[in-house]
């Protein structure tokens, strides 16, 4: 992610204090709605200065009180996301105090006249500050426009069609790859095996190893025999972010911790995923860093099958 800190785009000090937020149930994304200069698009030098003006603006509105910018963050044409008010602090762009708390702020710098259309670099940035907010601001997995829930034309019809079709990244490839093939591997029945044995072990049923492998007889399996080892099901990303909580989450930590990525609990697994889960993923990632997607400790269902994977012997490394 190319990220712009407020420093670096010269922010000015916020004229109040903010107001935290621990969690949020994803992200709302906007438009600047008014003129936006052509001359940004080939230009990201002045995105900077745009980002400044919209500061002030924000700040000196005689009908808002607002303390900052409104957004969580901007994203410029070229894909850069600029931190507003950043993570951790309610914004003041959803409409009213309860939808700011609800969902992070998201604003793409397009408008009406000028720039009106995102750019690729803009898409792809906008899921950089999504998948951030999620990774490391407690957002959840909802994505918006500002329009729902809140009477307004914001962000434009065209970035409303992109939220409703999920906002993928450009081109439709989601940022993980899907995972290919029935099961998660394949096991060769060694002296002793019992079908029923064998579910436990790979945390299945004896029903999935039958469907999956075709088996006549589950009490014949013969040693040498291969079986397709059944691959567990993916229950959404939703449950991997910063500060999610489910037995999914335990689950997955088990499974990080047999496999010795990163550094080691001292305390857990837990149905609590915090830093050092998101640690051990990214850890995952990094060492199959060509078939996996970017190491964001970001659990999508591929990332899930390795981590199966690789505690249950099913994966070289
Ligand atoms: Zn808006
Ligand atoms: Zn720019």
């Known amino acids: 992610m190319k990220l712009v800190s407020r420093s670096e785009w010269g922010a000015a000090a916020p004229t109040g204090s903010y107001t935290r937020v621990g969690s949020t149930h994803g992200v709302k994304i906007h438009y600047e709605g008014s003129a936006v200069p052509g001359g940004l698009l080939g230009d990201h030098g002045r995105c900077a200065s745009h980002v400044r003006d919209v500061q002030r603006a924000h700040i000196n509105d005689p009908n808002e009180d607002w303390i900052d910018i409104a957004y969580s963050f901007l994203v410029c044409s070229h894909g850069y996301v600029f931190e507003g008010r950043g993570l951790g602090r309610r914004n003041g762009a959803n409409g009213n105090s309860s939808l700011n708390g609800a969902h992070y702020a998201v604003c793409a710098m397009v408008g009406t006249s000028g720039v009106t259309s995102p750019t690729a670099a ?10 951030y907010c999620r990774a490391q601001g407690g957002a959840g997995g909802e994505v918006r426009g500002h329009r729902d829930g809140y009477a307004t034309t914001c962000p434009g019809d065209e970035l409303y069609g992109w939220v409703q079709r999920g906002a993928p990244r450009p081109g ?23 079908l029923g044995a064998l579910a436990g072990r790979f945390e299945s049923t004896v029903t999935q190893f039958v469907t999956l492998n075709g088996l006549a007889d589950p009490d014949r399996i013969q040693v040498g025999q291969q ?33 010795g990525w990163g550094p080691p609990y001292r305390v857990g697994p837990s149905e609590d995923m915090e830093a050092l889960d998101l640690q051990k993923v990214a850890a995952l990632q990094q060492h ?9 400790g970001l ?10 994977q690789t505690a249950h012997g099913l994966r070289g490394r």
Not at 172 to 194: C, H, K, L, N, R
Not at 235 to 256: C, M, N, T
Not at 299 to 308: K, V
């Open 172 to 194: 439709g490839a989601p940022s993980e790859p899907q995972p290919s093939g029935a099961g998660a591997g394949v096991y060769i029945v060694q002296p002793g095996d019992t």
């Open 288 to 296: 199959y860093i060509g078939d996996l997607g970017p190491a964001d």
């Open 227 to 259: 079986l397709q080892v059944p691959g567990p099901p993916f229950p959404g990303r939703e449950h991997f972010v910063l500060g999610a909580h489910s037995p999914h989450a335990k689950r997955l930590q088990i499974w990080l911790q047999a496999g």
């Open 299 to 308: 659990t999508g269902p591929l990332t899930w099958l390795f981590a199966f």
């Open 122 to 131: 803009m898409l792809d940035g906008l899921v950089d500050a999504i998948e």
